[in-house]
């Protein structure tokens, strides 16, 4: 039976740590075990206008699409993704409380007056609204999230997260050879006030309504605990400063320390060292909050795949993880990345960036010219009209190259592809040439799409696919990859 890894993204941060593994996903890097898991994501943020919610979700709606249509036995898009059942959406509900001010939310009017004034008293700081104006931290209005405060996003958490559909669909379904992921920010409010919420309900099923509580108290429970890695735009009108970071990242692990370290079988941690490089918007909320994306998250979607290669986890069991580099460079490629880590993900990325190049640079002259396109399932130029091309595998692509430029503009930099639209493909490759091999000692000179083409063609050459969707994945996926290892050193 295949297991399932349920993946909960809290917040800002775990919407992007998921939309990071959904590009690793499509380019074709898997967990490396025997065992074979089906993804099922569940974001929960309250923030309904989160950018960066909306591009992941939109990501993962495509890739569920795409495989649908393909399958996941072509190399790219190759794990099994799915909502859970019963659901339409990878999204939560938790959306709902999103209508109200968090006065409303505790029902403060309907308190006794010695409740009213305990309630007075514990949330008697201040905030900002979206307007930018100051107001009591009872009137926060959570349309925009818990706006870096855990104790209100705590109090929001412990009192729905039982009642939520999609908890209660996870318990449902939850089997005893599932695993859980939990990702999670611990220096805003989102991520550091659902974590150890999600933690402490999973562990304590047996005192919930939940289905399978055995199963759930016994979980294997990996979770990524994220600290500051990006800078913001000092605003003094904003509730989220920097400068507070570090101290509720020192709150949260001293909390983590107390409660959680037995209740959690897999701790990995992520932290930039220097967090002060490209600021980004000050934006509480109201903007939309869309990050650009950060190599941080591309690592914090490793450990996700980490998790699932751990083997034989028992209860008992626990393990801590953090993340390191070759050398200290304000711009990453393959080459400052550890061996394991560069086996794990250059060839499927690389294979299928070149894979996005040439439908966007090369195919429009070579569908229905090229042997490979033209055996069955032949590949047409009307191809690229198909409903399944245009807007899903397109719509993807086009994405990953925005994810890729995004990381290679930020600070610290993840820049592992020459991006621009000048590159030759002997050199698309940070710090790798590819050149044809040497004869009679004299080099035969630069790699081109002909060579590539030629690839193609070879590998076609009687092979037999389902269709021309499965054959454009299949046949690019085995080319690419031959094409990369054969001519790049």
Do not use: C
């Not at 994501?41 to 249509?69: A, C, G, M, S, W």
């Not at 979980?219 to 500051?228: C, D, F, H, N, S």
């Not at 967090?275 to 509480?284: E, L, M, Q, S, V």
Request: aromatic residues 12%.
């Amino acid at each position: 039976m295949q297991k399932k890894l349920y993946l909960f993204g809290i917040g800002g941060t775990g919407a992007r740590v998921i939309k990071a593994l959904t590009m690793l996903m499509a380019a074709g890097v898997k967990p490396q075990t025997e065992d074979e898991y089906t993804i099922i994501p569940v974001l929960l943020d309250p923030h309904k206008h989160n950018k960066d919610l909306k591009r992941t979700l939109e990501y993962l709606k495509l890739y569920r699409q795409i495989t649908q249509e393909t399958g996941n036995d072509n190399g790219f898009f190759g794990m099994p993704v799915k909502a859970l059942d019963g659901t339409k959406d990878f999204a939560s509900s938790l959306q709902e409380v999103s209508a109200k001010k968090f006065r409303d939310f505790i029902e403060l009017s309907l308190m006794d007056e010695d409740s009213r004034a305990l309630a007075e008293f514990l949330f008697s700081g201040s905030s900002v609204d979206k307007y930018g104006s100051e107001i009591s931290m009872l009137d926060i209005d959570m349309e925009i999230g818990f706006v870096g405060n855990p104790n209100i996003g705590s109090v929001v958490m412990m009192s729905l997260l039982e009642e939520l559909d999609e908890i209660q669909s996870f318990a449902n379904q939850f089997n005893e050879q599932d695993r859980i992921f939990i990702i999670g920010s611990i220096f805003g409010g989102t991520g550091a006030a659902g974590l150890p919420s999600l933690v402490r309900l999973i562990r304590g099923a047996k005192d919930t309504n939940l289905s399978n509580k055995g199963y759930l108290s016994n979980a294997k429970i990996g979770t990524l605990v994220v600290m500051p890695y990006f800078n913001l735009e000092n605003s003094s009108n904003s509730p989220i400063q920097t400068s507070e970071f570090y101290i509720k990242t020192r709150a949260a692990l001293s909390y983590y320390q107390k409660h959680l370290r037995e209740e959690i079988n897999a701790f990995y941690y992520l932290a930039e060292n220097n967090y002060k490089g490209k600021a980004y918007k000050n934006d509480p909320g109201e903007g939309g909050q869309k990050n650009d994306a950060h190599f941080a998250e591309l690592i914090g979607a490793l450990a996700v795949l980490d998790f699932m290669e751990a083997g034989n986890l028992s209860l008992e069991d626990r393990y801590h993880r953090e993340f390191g580099i070759m050398e200290d460079s304000r711009t990453i490629d393959f080459t400052k990345l550890g061996k394991i880590t560069q086996d794990k993900i250059k060839l499927p990325l690389s294979s299928f960036y070149l894979m996005h190049r040439y439908w966007k640079e090369r195919a429009p002259e070579t569908l229905e010219v090229q042997a490979w396109s033209t055996t069955d399932p032949k590949v047409e130029k009307s191809w690229l009209n198909t409903e399944f091309y245009r807007n899903y595998l397109s719509r993807f692509l086009g994405g990953f190259e925005e994810w890729l430029e995004e990381m290679a503009q930020n600070d610290r930099a993840f820049a592992p592809f020459n991006l621009s639209q000048d590159a030759s493909v002997a050199n698309f490759i940070s710090g790798f040439h590819g050149s044809k091999k040497k004869m009679l000692g004299l080099a035969k000179g630069d790699v081109t799409y002909t060579d590539l083409d030629d690839k193609l063609n070879k590998i076609s050459k009687g092979a037999t696919y389902k269709n021309v969707n499965q054959k454009v994945l299949r046949l690019f996926h085995d080319a690419t990859r031959a094409f990369i290892e054969e001519y790049y050193k």
